[in-house]
């Protein structure tokens, strides 16, 4: 130990398999940190509020303090207290790691150069007499280039082009602002008049096919203002693209019903963020929109059939722009009329990113861009984990991507106590010998189980050995197995236990789901490593994103072999990236450029018709 | 009658044969309107100009109100007093019909280079196979390229925009056009994809306040193919600019409505020109709307309050171009719903030309450019005569406008027995010492007077000494002439005569009516000669347009003063100028940029504020 370098010490993270590599000295919280491992430290790690426990399971570290007098009562450290003296292992307790949480509306921030698609500009035209009889729109932009010189003439004779809906506002808000206005300018036309000085405000939103998450920002600061959460309102005609696909197929009113409740919920969303800030929604003039390529077909009112037969191809794959209200988002009330509800700056525009197929669309093209897959200089290979699981890799320069379709046993569908990740559900599993730990969201009476609880299920239980290799849970192998054959059942949770109102149980299809869902997912992975020419432990960085890949434990998907054998920390997960590249693109033009670029570059790998994914897939089948 | 509903009373016309529903209380002029006869309401339904005369045959209704003294010696009602109490049957006279007239379809002809603002494009992609994934809109970009190699990119990387309307028709025309579409481009963007060879049509449209004229034309041979002319929907909501903008001027919903209507009109224009020839609609990719600056705002929907306050100026001067759709056209039908009546193309543009100032507007300019008054090498007056008269004077390069309030006495109104240019109306007069000769539309039997029949009669009295110079009636110098003082009168048509249903006079007020208006052109062309430094003599060629300057007598016209003394060959009468000139910026391009120039050129003169116009104005009330 002593001829090692300072810096060398290296703390392992049980039963999550991250490692730390820190100096002499360092906290057990510090080198949790450093290894992503969410320690709870309500105190901020002073020792006051006993929440970092962990049992030292191997090594040396600093004698007890005396704020972990409690915590030595039960055989355990207080992380924030215990200091490594040597390489040391330590286990974590389930009920030691931050719960994760639920909107996933945080993700990566990044600073990019503010530079957004529409500019402000305060005008302060002289009012019409009888000797300037010059109309509206003559005085309006003639005012606008004598008081901003050196504003490049957006047409011949400096002329603005006027959205018709701004056009119809602008006599009468001139007249009643007093001839002094704020003109916001896209592209050479004005769209939307202001009070002299409001500040413009954009919506980025990532529509997901089971949740939407949006985020206000304010388009002259670049702050992220507010940030909300919904489900999406089309949930109720069905959990997955395919049923939504068909759906519209059944006629027009239909495939309308569909892009109108996703718009009546993006009017909500802007709405209450507007609420949350106290803004005037109106005061919204750009929105960017990412989603899968149904969704993005859905939301722009595109027909999808060609979307649900092979070979799939999308209508549209380059970047788009529309007006919002061409989507029927609300329009802004005209004079004399009231209306309730939320209404955009009449011209406001819709930026969609590009997609680059049937199933890798616009959202992933966002990820792709938040994470910088498109400069990585390491091997990566990035996922965004959901019912179509979209798989990047990036070698050398290139980006190859693809699509598979790793189905709902990750949101909690098609288990048989499978549940969104909701309060009750049991979101972490731990099996040792006997012992049955788990935990709940919010620490509510257990209800059902969520995605990454069916994924730790299913790795805890191979584990100690219940399940075999290919999944067949073996009877007698544990005393909460119970029933034969096909029947056979794990019971995880009894019912009463912790106020359970029923039993919670893993059964023999619980299994084969996950296994159906995760071999996808690795065939998808090996399919691209093999079209790069690599071997899968080449790969230096794996990022993983979106809702479930957020909460899911990495050790239990590498235990399941959802990965490929890695070490822990070449994985990052990082939230909802898609999310975040749909902010950097509504604040910078440069990122949308970029975007496109990506799109363009993205090399797409078809996996249906591909020759070695049967193989890759059958073999990704089995339990490690 | 009592245990009916309230909103179940009919409302019979006759012998029109049409019937409204309406509820207890509803004007018949309101009835009128719901069920689609064109009743006469000058005055916009006020009880002041008394043209909407009925007689109620069976069914109960209000009693008399003041306004109806006049027509009750007739044992008639107007229509916009009298409200329904009971099931009513109403006898409509033909003269308060607004029958249409003979349509002002016809003008000038002048060959242009043929460049219109959309070119049309068949190409054939390969279809998409599980080795292909392009998305359609790639896919038809690439072989757009592919197949004409010289079409300069719309974009960088050659990408197309796709209007959404389009684009939306896009995935189900072209698999059911088996990959062989048209596409109609247009400024980069493709607005419609019809079968392959379809030729594109436009539509050329001059709103009148009182008709409409609408052309239909192939935009790849330049054919005029059909011409239609009607009445301007609008005429119900009354009958001039000014109690339209008052109506609109109500609420947000009567300005819609004026909008609604008169869309709606251009709707039924287009169908049954494309029916004449057997077309689709939808093939009509680009319509160009020329009308007065009122005219130009409410079918846009802007706001007009401004128009009607001093100093009346325009929202918008600038030529512009909008969607169809925006401005409420019909919408294509979209698969799999049965839509009845026009459609345009999805991305179908409306272009509109540039306005000169509140009275001065688009079909003025249009007017001009047919009439090539930006490069006449003459001293040239052109005016268009209506209840405005738009008066222009070219003169060594210069143009120079003005408008002055001429007044509806052209168009039949304020005139005792005025009527519209229909059957029945008194189109010409000549006296002979005491023969009185005249004239009816279709020579259908007399039944009042349209307004180049009382310019030929207030001529045709001053020149056998009936009338003073200053428009006085001599008691005594005609044994027409009946009556004294104020109440003088000339009977024109005594009741009985050729089947005339009751007498038809020009009395005392008719003769002011013809010098105000006659002195209002008059003074607005002497003081544009004056700002030019200008003689009357000097003017070498005067061009009169519009539906009244078409059919009135010059010679009359000379007599009364209306006109300088100019010898008749050096004027012109031209038809329907401003109609032209919308055809001739339909299909060229260039006529678009000249059309720009020209309302650039013009130097607009306020007569209301110029220190000239009111001695000139007092001089021209006299008749010479």
Redesign the interface.
């Given at each position: 130990m002593t001829d090692k370098l300072a810096d060398e010490l290296t703390v392992d993270f049980e039963p999550l398999g991250r490692r730390a590599r820190v100096a002499q000295g360092t906290t057990l919280l510090e080198a949790a940190r450093q290894a992503g491992v969410g320690l709870n430290a309500v105190c901020g790690g002073t020792g006051v509020c006993g929440t970092c426990r962990v049992r030292v399971a191997a090594g040396q570290v600093t004698p007890p303090t005396e704020a972990e007098h409690d915590a030595l009562a039960d055989g355990l450290r207080l992380a924030c207290q215990a200091r490594v003296l040597s390489d040391v292992r330590v286990d974590v307790p389930l009920a030691s790691i931050t719960a994760p949480q639920r909107a996933q509306i945080e993700g990566l921030e990044r600073a990019v150069e503010l530079d957004p698609a529409i500019r402000g500009f305060d005008v302060a035209p002289p009012p019409?007499?009888?000797t300037?009889?010059?109309?509206?729109?003559?005085?309006l932009c003639e005012a606008l280039h004598q008081q901003y010189p050196h504003l490049s003439p957006s047409s011949r004779d400096g002329?603005l082009r006027?959205d018709?809906g701004a056009?119809?506002q602008?006599?009468?808000l001139l007249?009643e602002h007093g001839w002094h206005v704020r003109l916001v300018i896209r592209d050479g036309e004005v769209i939307a008049v202001a009070p002299a000085g409001t500040a413009p405000l954009g919506l980025a939103v990532d529509i997901g096919t089971t949740k939407v998450a949006a985020y206000l920002m304010d388009l002259e600061s670049g702050e992220t203002l507010a940030a909300a959460g919904t489900m999406n309102p089309q949930i109720a005609y069905g959990e997955d693209v395919m049923t939504r696909i068909s759906y519209a197929m059944d006629?027009?009113?239909q495939a309308r019903e569909l892009q109108r409740v996703l718009v009546g919920g993006l009017d909500d969303l802007a709405g209450e963020l507007c609420a949350q800030v106290g803004r005037d929604s109106a005061a919204i003039v750009e929105v960017v929109l990412v989603g899968n390529t149904c969704m993005h077909h859905l939301v722009?009112?595109?027909?999808v059939?060609?979307l649900g037969l092979?070979?799939?191809?999308?209508?549209?794959?380059?970047p788009y722009d529309?007006k919002a209200r061409?989507l029927g988002c609300s329009l802004p009330p005209?004079?004399?009329?009231a209306r309730g509800g939320v209404h955009l700056a009449p011209g406001a525009n819709v930026h969609l990113l590009p997609?680059i197929?049937?199933f890798v669309g616009a959202d992933h093209v966002a990820m792709l861009l938040a994470t910088r897959m498109h400069e990585a200089d390491e091997i990566t290979v990035s996922l965004d984990i959901g019912t179509n699981t979209e798989i990047s890799l990036a070698v050398d320069g290139r980006l190859l991507s693809c699509s598979c379709a790793s189905g709902p046993a990750f949101e909690g569908a098609h288990i048989h106590d499978g549940m969104r990740a909701a309060p009750g559900a049991v979101e972490r599993v731990r099996l040792v010998d006997e012992l049955v730990e788990y935990q709940t969201i919010d620490g509510a009476p257990p209800v059902g189980i969520c995605g990454s609880g069916i994924l730790d299920g299913v790795a805890e239980l191979r584990k100690i050995g219940v399940l075999r290799e290919n999944g067949a849970m073996q009877p007698g192998s544990h005393p909460r197995v119970r029933g034969t054959g096909r029947e056979t059942e794990f019971l995880l949770v009894p019912a009463g236990e912790r106020e359970a109102p029923r039993d919670v149980v893993i059964n023999r299809k619980d299994i084969n789901e996950v296994q159906l869902a995760k071999g996808a997912i690795r065939a998808g992975i090996e399919v691209l490593l093999g079209e790069a020419g690599l071997k899968a432990e080449q790969v230096e960085r794996v990022v993983v994103a979106g809702a479930f890949g957020t909460y899911l434990d990495v050790g239990s998907a590498l235990a399941v072999g959802m990965f490929p054998p890695l070490p822990q920390e070449r994985f990052v997960q990082v939230g909802n990236a898609a999310g975040m590249g749909a902010k950097l693109v509504l604040v910078s033009r440069h990122c949308r450029r970029v975007a496109e670029e990506i799109a363009r570059r993205v090399e797409?790998v078809?996996l249906t018709?591909h020759s070695r994914f049967v193989e890759a897939y059958t073999a990704a089948l089995m339990l490690p």
């Open positions: 019409p007499s009888l300037d009889l010059r109309a509206d729109t003559t005085r002329r006027f018709h056009l119809c602008l006599p009468v007249r006629g027009e009113a722009l009112g595109l027909p059939e060609q092979a070979p799939y191809v999308p209508a549209l794959a380059y529309i061409e005209l004079k004399g009329e997609n197929a049937g797409y078809e018709t």
